[in-house]
């Protein structure tokens, strides 16, 4: 008995699919990938995202060319990736302020699970405590000594809303019983600016954002936010030391469009993974992050546990959305 040519011809074109995707995944990228970033230069994320952008273009000898598209808290240059072609030729590179940054928004553009696919967990990053150099305090007793002797006074910055130094200047604020006046910034490099300017009082913001100004004395790290001392700044204290059981961090990661092949994700995955075992490895270490490396899975999971956690910071700090 002959098979209907109709069914033959469907097989046929089933297959010319599966191999032509295969070939696709096999050739990416034959192209220059664009990595968007949804924040301003010169901060935290932009510093990890272009060496990682730099690590992928050399191993996959095409450009991975950095796009900048601040505004929105973060959410322009998202929903720029979440409405591109899913093709593997546009990224997203953000932070742990992508689970929390639609919050705000009465109407969000895309939904941060549905519309994107998550592809590699790149880093942890400890926060920093920096306080302006001429803020008389030096470690967190003095500094929330001085904060309850000043109350509403002390000036704290929040690179943008709901990120991660955001919940954790909430969290302190709260642990500690403290009335801090908080100061919103579009990104963490004016932030800088007015701290080494002593407008404002402190900043919480990952590691490797106030390192190089703590190193050329031109503000003090008074503790780190992570569980234990950094190895990176092993003399800092934890504020955890002072005030038990604080702990914060920031993420970063790297995701495409949903639909994405999965092929080209998992591809783009394994060369993350393989970036992140080299040199960058060593330079990411030695500015405070701390490497996560895994599968596309375990960054959904994780992305899907940290959301939560932030969920119950907002709730328990109370912070509102205007």
């Known amino acids: 008995m002959q098979t209907p040519s109709f ?139 001085h904060a309850k002797a000043n109350p509403g006074k002390l000036s704290f910055a929040i690179g943008s809303n709901a990120s991660a130094g955001h919940l954790a200047t909430e969290q302190l604020r709260r642990a500690a019983g403290l009335e801090l006046l908080i100061v919103p910034y579009k990104g963490s490099t004016p932030a800088y600016q ?50 038990p059981g604080y702990e914060a961090f920031s993420w970063y990661g790297l995701w495409a469009p949903a639909k994405t092949s999965a092929d080209i994700i998992q591809k783009l995955n394994a060369e993350t993974n393989k970036a992140l075992a080299g040199d960058m490895k060593d330079r990411l270490i030695s500015n405070g992050l701390v490497i996560e490396a895994g599968t596309p899975d375990d960054f959904a999971k994780f992305q899907r546990d940290d959301t939560a956690r932030s969920m119950k910071t907002i709730a328990d700090s109370g912070i509102k959305f205007e």
């Not at 995202?49 to 191993?59: E, F, H, P, V």
């Not at 080494?196 to 780190?224: C, T």
């Open 7 to 145: 069914i033959s011809k469907a097989l046929v074109v089933g297959l010319f699919a599966v191999v032509g995707a295969a070939a696709s995944a096999q050739a990416y990228p034959n192209k220059q990938v664009r990595v968007i970033i949804p924040f301003p230069p010169g901060g935290t994320l932009d510093t990890v995202g272009r060496l990682l952008a730099q690590k992928l273009g050399d191993q996959l000898g095409q450009s991975f060319v950095v796009e900048n598209r601040p505004g929105g808290n973060g959410t322009i240059g998202a929903d720029a990736v979440a409405k591109a072609p899913a093709d593997g030729y546009t990224l997203l590179f953000n932070a742990s302020t992508f689970t929390t940054s639609t919050l705000a928004l009465k109407s969000p553009p895309y939904d941060i699970v549905k519309d994107f696919a998550p592809i590699a967990l790149v880093a942890k990053a400890p926060l920093a405590v920096a306080v302006a150099k001429e803020l008389p305090v030096t470690d967190v007793k003095s500094l929330i000594a």
């Open 194 to 243: 007015d701290l080494l300017g002593n407008r404002i009082a402190g900043f919480i913001d990952p590691i490797l954002g106030s390192a190089g100004y703590a190193k050329a004395g031109q503000l003090k790290v008074i503790a780190v936010t992570s569980a234990k001392r950094v190895p990176s700044m092993p003399d800092v204290p934890t504020v955890g030391e002072t005030v």
